[in-house]
T-cell receptor, first 111, second 115 residues
Framework: GESVGLHLPTLSVQEGDNSIINCAYS??????FIWYKQESGKGPQFIID?????DKRQGQRVTVLLNKTVKHLSLQIAATQPGDSAVYFC??????????FGTGTRLLVSP | GAVVSQHPSRVICKSGTSVKIECRSL??????MFWYRQFPKQSLMLMAT?????????EQGVEKDKFLINHASLTLSTLTVTSAHPEDSSFYIC???????????FGPGTRLTVL
């Protein structure tokens, strides 16, 4: 079936480093992608989104890159902070507002 | 803006009982609400999609008679887990979106434990 997957289950970085979290998607018809941050025991928190007519979008300390040729999505976090420690999910809008979530990457930031 | 609440945040019940979880959009009208289930260390899995005033659409493998969804108003959807069993223990999360909008705003989740 269609799926959105991640390459790294856990990413450990030092405070101040830049973090890159990757995601592969399989539905070439998807036109909207979102990154969510989920802290333990809480619901997902919207970070940034991108539509398929763009290949890059920047927010505050975060950048999302979309490569439609290889169906790859990445989230870059600049100057990672301990408060960034969480599980990050990419999600793909497969149509009719339905989201398919990736398996998630745990980001651990050491002070 | 775009705040979604859930109640209760945690619930413990005995096997065989029913549990109702509420999802509310606090500052916008949610024409569509979604219910997800998340097991420990796993991703979110969509259970059903509900549109205000119409029957919910369930994902494959989700029993509609066990997970009753009601979306009676533009700000409230409820999920009732009927005859709950220990295997229904999970983190249930709702999300809501405005009319024709792609962005989903998530609630804080409800931890259900069935003894």
């Amino acid at each position: 079936g269609e799926s959105v997957g991640l390459h790294l289950p856990t990413l450990s970085v030092q405070e101040g480093d830049n973090s890159i979290i990757n995601c592969a998607y399989s539905n070439s018809a998807s036109d909207y992608f979102i990154w969510y941050k989920q802290e333990s025991g809480k619901g997902p928190q919207f970070i940034i989104d991108i539509r398929s007519n763009m290949d890059k979008r920047q927010g505050q300390r975060v950048t999302v890159l979309l490569n439609k040729t290889v169906k790859h999505l990445s989230l870059q976090i600049a100057a990672t902070q301990p408060g960034d420690s969480a599980v990050y999910f990419c999600a793909e809008n497969t149509g009719f507002q339905k989201l398919v979530f990736g398996t998630g990457t745990r980001l651990l930031v050491s002070p | 803006g775009a705040v979604v609440s859930q109640h209760p945040s945690r619930v413990i019940c005995k096997s065989g009982t029913s549990v109702k979880i509420e999802c509310r959009s606090l500052d916008f009208q949610a024409t569509t609400m979604f219910w997800y289930r998340q097991f420990p260390k796993q991703s979110l899995m969509l259970m059903a999609t509900s549109n205000e005033g119409s029957k919910a659409t369930y994902e494959q493998g989700v029993e509609k008679d066990k997970f009753l969804i009601n979306h009676a108003s533009l700000t409230l959807s409820t999920l009732t887990v009927t005859s709950a069993h220990p295997e229904d223990s999970s983190f249930y999360i709702c999300s809501a979106s405005e009319r024709s909008a792609d962005t989903q705003y998530f609630g804080p989740g409800t931890r259900l434990t069935v003894l």
